[in-house]
T-cell receptor, first 115, second 111 residues
């Protein structure tokens, strides 16, 4: 398997622009997680889906952030409008959830820079 | 709610041992350990479940004290490849895989 795929790998944009990050989970996995990593705040869970349904979005910083999972093989994280404080590495991870305690496989991340 | 890791950083010589601790203020369902090298994604090391079950690599050992809500990761006979930042992720209940990660412990192994 190719692992979790994220695109783009790097994104540089200007404040106010819309940014869309994309994720393809590992085939057969039924859970998908979006994380944000910064030096100041560490690795934060933004939102996660089980069977394409959003379960917990309490980590989404504000209404400028939205995430969708239209099918089992694709998810997007959108920031509109973007701000400099959104600059971070955004990771997508997937897992096969049968019971609790399932390892998560992380994608390579998208490094976002908002000028 | 974020678990607390200690130490924040440690420097070792090859062959030395290290212990990284993770402590939570909440009752835990499981503890996950990941290692992240600079510029890369976190990589799974081990899961410790309430009740004693463990999943992970044979060369990595860890413990989970359910009464104290603490976990420790044991790195023995360290190698240069062990360098990186180690994160524990805690799962409070069987609620879909939601993990809260600690702030990380930076481990440097020198020759």
């Amino acid at each position: 398997d190719a692992g979790v795929i994220q695109s783009p790998r790097h994104e540089v944009t200007e404040m106010g622009q819309e940014v869309t990050l994309r994720c393809k989970p590992i085939s057969g996995h039924n859970s998908l997680f979006w994380y944000r990593q910064t030096m100041m705040r560490g690795l934060e869970l933004l939102i996660y889906f089980n069977n394409n349904v959003p379960i917990d979005d309490s980590g989404m910083p504000e209404d400028r952030f939205s995430a969708k999972m239209p099918n089992a093989s694709f998810s997007t994280l959108k920031i509109q409008p973007s701000e400099p404080r959104d600059s971070a590495v955004y990771f997508c991870a997937s897992s096969l959830r049968i019971t609790g305690g399932n390892e998560q496989f992380f994608g390579p991340g998208t490094r976002l820079t908002v000028l | 709610q974020q678990p607390v890791q200690s130490p924040q950083a440690v420097i070792l010589r090859e062959g030395e041992d290290a212990v990284i601790n993770c402590s939570s203020s909440k009752a835990l369902y499981s503890v996950h350990w990941y290692r992240q090298k600079h510029g890369e994604a976190p990589v799974f090391l081990m899961i410790l479940l309430k009740g004693g079950e463990q999943k992970g690599h044979e060369k990595i050992s860890a413990s989970f004290n359910e009464k104290k809500q603490q976990s420790s990761l044991y790195l023995t006979a360290s190698q240069l490849s062990y360098s990186g930042t180690y994160f524990c992720g805690t799962e409070i209940s069987n609620q879909g895989g939601k993990l809260i990660f600690g702030q990380g412990t930076e481990l440097s192994v020198k020759p």
